[in-house]
């Protein structure tokens, strides 16, 4: 028992803490000053902070009460250095506003919660020079785990990740050279099945209306190709810089009808385009789906809302967060994990 058990806790804690202080100065609490206040040792402090299970519950309640008392953090940096571990998972996306990468942050952060890692989040933008810079800031702090959005990196990337010692998972994506570990779906594959979902509902004059970016110029390939498989006209093709707008999707569909009247179906590499198609088609009095079928890509929520109803392409984000998840957790201890293809789905709505 220590000295003043007797005492009630509180009325205790705010004896104490008052001798901590100094005025006219201001300083870091420090694990001795919540030993003091707790009135245990530092060893003890410590212990109950990184193995409470080691230590009495009435101990664990007066240190818990010393670090509220005191505001105290303890330096993660330290106890990284000494544990090798930072608790830490950085993940990279390319636009912090995008709804479509939600889902998989939300599941990253919930499921890396229960494994007792938090999760650090940066944005690259779209291009390789904002993930070079970002990931050299993220790999010289030790990060337990890196998890990043998409397969297409700068050779400089790919050397220093694939050296780091980080376990790193690559999602959104599919390849056969991943750096480490995989969790995605292909591209190019929505690519040719949205294709064939228009033609396969009397759609023969297509169009891609697609963002600047690697993973959507796959999508459109493919689209193209399987057109031209299928003994259709050569579909149309308008690109937009990223992040899409609904204004962009509005602009473009001005575009492809000024330059091709016969389009009759449409597919947006983000929803975000699709719905600015269905608010332009809205205005110019064009039909959906009767005079053109639009289908978009990431199945957002606002889609069964919109008018139509937009048909889109479904992709489990949050399986996709928790599954990149739970393969860094695994790598860490000592667990090998295969790449995992989620696929995906076209949701049928009353745009196509």
Request: hydrophobic share 45%; charged share 15%.
């Amino acid at each position: 028992m220590t000295p003043h058990a007797s005492i009630p806790l509180k009325q205790e804690v705010n004896r104490l803490i008052s001798g901590i202080a100094e005025p006219g100065r201001q300083r870091a609490t420090t694990v001795l000053d919540v030993a003091r206040v707790a009135g245990v040792s530092a060893m003890t402090v410590s212990r109950a902070l990184n193995q409470p299970q080691r230590v009495p519950a009435a101990t664990r309640q007066r240190v818990q009460a010393a670090v509220e008392a005191t505001h105290y953090v303890p330096n993660l940096l330290a106890c990284g250095l000494r544990s090798r571990r930072s608790r830490l998972v950085a993940a990279i996306v390319p636009a912090l506003d995008s709804t479509v990468f939600g889902e998989t942050v939300q599941a990253l952060t919930t499921t890396l919660g229960g494994a007792g890692y938090q999760l650090m989040l940066g944005q690259s933008g779209y291009g390789a020079a904002g993930e070079d810079a970002l990931l050299q800031a993220i790999v010289g702090r030790r990060p337990d785990g890196i998890v990043l959005v998409g397969v297409d990196h700068s050779p400089r990337t790919r050397e220093q990740l694939a050296g780091c010692g980080v376990p790193v998972v690559e999602t959104w994506d599919l390849t056969p050279t991943p750096i480490d570990m995989l969790v995605g779906f292909s591209h190019a594959d929505v690519g040719a099945a949205v294709c064939r979902f228009l033609a396969a509902r009397g759609r023969h004059h297509l169009a891609v209306v697609s963002g600047a970016d690697a993973r959507a110029a796959r999508r459109t390939q493919t689209f193209v190709a399987t057109a031209e498989a299928l003994g259709l006209p050569a579909p149309a093709q308008i690109e937009v810089t990223v992040p899409s707008t609904l204004g962009s999707g509005r602009q473009a569909l001005r575009g492809l009808l000024a330059q091709h009247a016969a389009v009759d179906g449409v597919f947006c590499s983000s929803d975000m385009l699709a719905l600015g198609v269905l608010t332009e088609a809205a205005h110019q009095g064009i039909a959906v789906p009767g005079r053109i079928g639009v289908v978009g890509f990431g199945d957002q929520p606002f889609a069964a809302d919109a008018e139509p109803a937009l048909s889109s392409v479904r992709v489990d984000g949050a399986r996709i967060g928790r599954e990149a998840a739970l393969r860094v957790v695994g790598r860490i201890a000592g667990t090998p994990a295969p790449t995992l293809d989620v696929g995906f789905s076209i949701v049928s709505r009353r745009s196509a």
